[in-house]
């Protein structure tokens, strides 16, 4: 399975800011779409990345305020990233190693989506359940031994 399966089933709803927003504006874009995360988009290119993690520790540094700062100062400005034809296991190795909930998808420069661990570990449990039912189909329809 490619991450391009996990987009077509996912759909391809995106999310994105400018550096220059605001933290604050971010945190209420997110709360409002009830996501965990928003790419950061400059003339085009993918910048960065703004998750729970960022604003986690910007709360933690800002005795609980997200107060003034901009994006441009907490996201993670080095996102690891995948393309449409990256293998599933691929991606949850990368998943894994990093510590990373959001892998923007990019297809050369465009944005093709994000996908989530969640959306990846959907997927996996999708995939094994119909693999499953075709294996116990073709128990049931195994053809009996004859006996002379």
């Known amino acids: 399975m490619k991450v391009s399966?996990?987009?077509?089933?996912?759909?391809?709803?995106l999310y994105t800011v400018k550096p220059e927003t605001s933290l604050l504006l971010a945190v209420n874009i997110m709360?409002?779409?009830d996501i965990g995360s928003l790419v950061v988009m400059e003339?085009?290119?993918?910048?960065?990345?703004l998750t729970f993690r960022e604003i986690i520790k910007t709360l933690s540094a800002n005795g609980g305020s997200v107060g003034t700062t901009s994006l441009r100062k907490v996201m993670d400005d080095a996102p690891l990233t995948c393309t449409m034809e990256t293998d599933v296991n691929e991606v949850r190795r990368m998943m894994l190693e990093r510590h990373t909930r959001y892998l923007p998808v990019l297809d050369n420069r465009t944005l093709m989506g994000v996908i989530s661990f969640y959306d990846v570990?959907?997927?996996?449990?999708?995939?094994?359940?119909?693999?499953?039912?075709?294996?116990?189909?073709?128990i049931r329809d195994w053809p009996e031994e004859k006996t002379d």
């Open 121 to 138: 570990a959907k997927a996996v449990v999708e995939e094994q359940s119909f693999e499953n039912r075709m294996l116990k189909a073709y």
């Open 31 to 33: 709360a409002e779409h």
């Open 43 to 49: 003339y085009g290119d993918l910048v960065g990345m």
């Open 5 to 13: 399966d996990i987009l077509q089933i996912k759909g391809n709803t």
